[in-house]
């Protein structure tokens, strides 16, 4: 009974520890399959995260080419250190380009205080002082702005010039205050290149929005066309009425310093098309009109200058360097490709002056515009047309100097009486009759009731009494 009963407890033993096992390894398989499922589950997230790399790869790839191949104009938006170590230069070019004085120009402070040091970018400013015209700055200002690296002018301020200032030096001298900056960019984080492949075609599939990209980045540009009649707000516009000295009232003055400077810009733009002509025949027709304005343009400057017509500082200034120096330069233009000798349109643009200036009876002027000619129109003397009018200038000019000679004798003529046909005149005291010869040279031809003709170098020429 004993016995049985020990081999019961060991059955019993054996049936634990057995059940123990199996509970044991149940356990162990049981954290295995956890494991299992647990490296399963990262292995689909990272399965899910590939897939959308690849999915992404595509879209990366496009961008990175479109980026290297706009690169190019990016390098170009920014200034390089070499070329802010030259803007300074470039500022003083754009001011006497633009006719401003430059009086001061500094690089400003940075004032970040170190506060962004993460960033790639850097801004450089300047501040710059200038002296002019309201019209010279805006010129300024676009030669700032189509600079071949970007530049931003983020304020400036003006102070207008007086009244009396712009009166004593014949322009505008604002002082202006101008703000500019731009930006460097020097990678903190190196980069490293990477490879793509079938790069070429993959960069030609992307024209389209590689184009699209470079407009976007390409900085404008634009041209400024001056004043285009308008006029300096920062100016006061009232002007003395009278001068003070002797030359025309002010307003006078003004109007006609702007009708010679519109016939000298007619005449610079009429210069472009000669000078863009399309062939010989139209250059030489284009010329000739253009020698017909420059005529009719320096009889009005003899007019002017004569006359001492222009005394306000402001148009003096005005005819200077909007006539003046513009109807020099065309001088030097036309010179350049001129002929032996005047040509033809030239020799009757003279013509034409001579007989204005003698139907006004300004026998002076006439002499003034024949006189820098007369050495010319010797050099033309084999040329049949252009001699024919040469000839004719030279007898106008002779016809001119003898009428302001004749002029200028003092005849004292008290009256005339006539005794049967025989007609007499009293001149400077002397009673005269017909062939008399009242000093060298000059003989009475005609004795009428309230004229007389007289011989003088050739020609007869009327006294009236």
Do not use: C
Request: aromatic share 8%; no cysteine; hydrophobic share 35%.
């Amino acid at each position: 009974m004993e016995k049985e009963k020990k081999v019961w407890i060991g059955i019993a033993a054996g049936t634990i520890l057995g059940a123990a096992s199996i509970g044991t390894l149940i356990y162990l398989k049981q954290g295995e399959i956890e494991v299992s499922e647990l490296e399963v589950t990262t292995l689909e997230g990272q399965i899910q995260k590939a897939r959308k790399t690849i999915e992404g790869t595509s879209t990366l790839e496009q961008e990175v080419i479109v980026l290297r191949e706009v690169s190019t104009v990016i390098d170009q938006i920014l200034p390089s250190n070499e070329d802010l170590t030259g803007l300074n230069d470039n500022f003083h070019s754009y001011a006497t380009d633009s006719n401003v004085r430059a009086t001061a120009f500094k690089l400003k402070p940075d004032r970040s205080g170190g506060r962004a040091p993460e960033l790639d970018f850097t801004k450089v400013g300047y501040s710059l002082n200038l002296e002019g015209g309201i019209f010279e700055f805006l010129d300024f200002l676009s030669r700032v702005e189509n600079h071949r690296s970007f530049l931003a002018v983020p304020s400036f301020k003006i102070s207008s010039s007086t009244r009396q200032l712009v009166d004593k030096h014949g322009e505008a001298r604002h002082q202006i205050q101008v703000d500019v900056e731009t930006y460097t960019y020097a990678r903190k984080t190196a980069l490293q290149p990477v490879r793509i492949e079938g790069y070429g075609r993959k960069r030609d599939l992307l024209t389209s929005e590689i184009n699209r990209r470079r407009k976007a980045l390409t900085i404008g540009r634009y041209n400024y066309r001056g004043d285009r009649g308008r006029r300096d707000p920062w100016i006061d516009p009232r002007v003395p009425l009278l001068p003070d000295d002797n030359g025309w009232p002010v307003p006078d003055q003004i109007e006609k310093v702007d009708e010679l400077s519109a016939l000298t810009a007619e005449a610079m733009q009429h210069w472009l098309s000669v000078d863009g002509a399309q062939n010989v025949l139209d250059r030489m027709v284009k010329r000739d009109e253009l020698q017909g304005m420059l005529g009719k343009l320096d009889e009005e400057l003899r007019r002017v200058e004569s006359e001492g017509a222009i005394t306000y500082v402001p148009a003096q200034k005005r005819l200077e360097t909007e006539v003046y120096e513009p109807r020099a330069l065309l001088a030097e233009k036309l010179e350049s490709g001129s002929l032996q000798g005047p040509a033809l349109a030239e020799l009757e643009a003279m013509r034409d002056q001579l007989l204005s200036h003698l139907d006004r009876g300004e026998y002076d002027l006439a002499l003034q515009a024949y006189t820098p000619w007369k050495g010319e129109l010797a050099t033309v003397e084999q040329d049949p047309v252009r001699n024919e009018v040469a000839t004719f200038i030279h007898e106008l000019a002779v016809e001119a100097e003898t009428l302001r000679d004749f002029n200028a004798i003092e005849l004292d003529i008290s009256g005339s009486f006539f005794i049967g046909d025989k007609a007499a005149i009293v001149i400077n005291g002397r009673p005269r009759t017909i062939g008399d010869e009242v000093q060298v040279g000059l003989e009475i031809a005609e004795i009428r009731e309230t004229e007389v003709d007289f011989y003088f170098r050739g020609f007869v020429l009327t006294r009236v009494h």
